[in-house]
């Protein structure tokens, strides 16, 4: 991107780190370049020290000159910082919101504002391997809309959907996956260790599992069904295994897990 081209994050916690570290580690901006806000003094000390970015604790000062603002808070505090924003966005600045729910509608009639990119990353963005789905409105420039792809794939694998209600959807799926994800590997390490294994070997065990199942899927491209199969022998142990998770709904339960995220992510939408 341009070198002259001024970032700023409106909200400097968990996702905005991740954006940031992102973005520096890719190159695709420098520490100069950026600017974030935060009201606790001791985040933007932390944000200043670890990326040498410069840190403000007024939002209308950090969006003052940004090319791109990117707005992440948490949807609770949406509605007061569009009040605080309003009128105080300059007319080619691309508003990126990661805001959960808030939909292109509500951002550009509470900002006032036209070019808008609304987005679901996930945490693993912190390690260049997040899922951004995303989507644009139609005031969003061609090179607007070219920085908005390189800003994400910075971060990991994007996706540009037409219809905005994918990115709700996709908040069940990849934006609190993770979190899924991660209560599923405690869970398996905390067998574990029931079973004998230190911590650490279960962690290896698990970790590991999951990585080459991943990747397994990924090469072959095979339904997951055959895969299964092909771990399955008749009459042995991965049978009881899959039994006991049937038994526990496992399959339904998850489909519950994601149908009320993204329930909920729509009713977030319609705080602010
Ligand atoms: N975490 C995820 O996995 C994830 C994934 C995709 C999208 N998102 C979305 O990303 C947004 C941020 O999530 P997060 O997990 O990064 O939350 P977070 O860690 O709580 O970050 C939000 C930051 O904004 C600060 N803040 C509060 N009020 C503010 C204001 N008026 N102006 C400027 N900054 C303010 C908060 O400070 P205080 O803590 O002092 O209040 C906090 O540091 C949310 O809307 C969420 O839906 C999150």
């Not at 509605?79 to 990126?96: E, H, N, P």
């Not at 994800?181 to 869970?187: N, P, R, S, Y």
């Not at 895969?227 to 709904?249: C, D, H, I, M, W």
């Amino acid at each position: 991107m341009r070198s002259d081209l001024q970032m700023a994050f409106i909200g400097s916690g968990v996702m905005a780190e991740a954006m940031i570290s992102g973005l520096l580690a890719k190159k695709v901006v420098t520490a100069d370049q950026i600017i974030a806000s935060d009201p606790l003094e001791s985040r933007r000390l932390y944000m200043q020290q670890t990326y040498s970015i410069r840190t403000t604790s007024h939002n209308t000062e950090a969006i003052q000159g940004a090319a791109i603002a990117v707005l992440s808070v948490k949807p609770q505090v949406l509605g007061s910082l569009m009040q605080t924003l309003r009128g105080k966005i300059a007319l080619d600045t691309l508003i990126m919101s990661i805001v959960a729910g808030a939909s292109i509608t509500s951002l550009s009639q509470g900002l006032n504002h036209a070019s808008i990119v609304r987005a679901m990353p996930n945490t693993p963005a912190q390690v260049g391997m997040g899922m951004t789905v995303w989507s644009a409105s139609p005031e969003v420039t061609e090179v607007q809309h070219s920085y908005s792809k390189i800003i994400l794939q910075a971060l990991g694998e994007e996706m540009e959907v037409l219809h905005e209600y994918e990115i709700d959807r996709a908040t069940g799926i990849s934006g609190a996956g993770p979190a899924f994800v991660f209560l599923l590997i405690e869970a398996i390490i905390d067998a574990g260790v029931q079973m004998g294994f230190t911590r650490d070997q279960a962690q290896i065990l698990t970790l590991q599992t999951i990585a080459g199942s991943v990747e397994l899927m990924r090469r072959t491209n095979e339904h997951p069904t055959k895969l299964r199969n092909q771990v399955t022998s008749p009459g042995g142990a991965t049978a009881v295994g899959l039994y006991e998770l049937e038994k526990g709904r496992i399959r339904t339960t998850i489909c519950d897990a994601v149908f009320a995220t993204f329930e909920r992510t729509q009713k977030l939408g319609k705080l602010s």
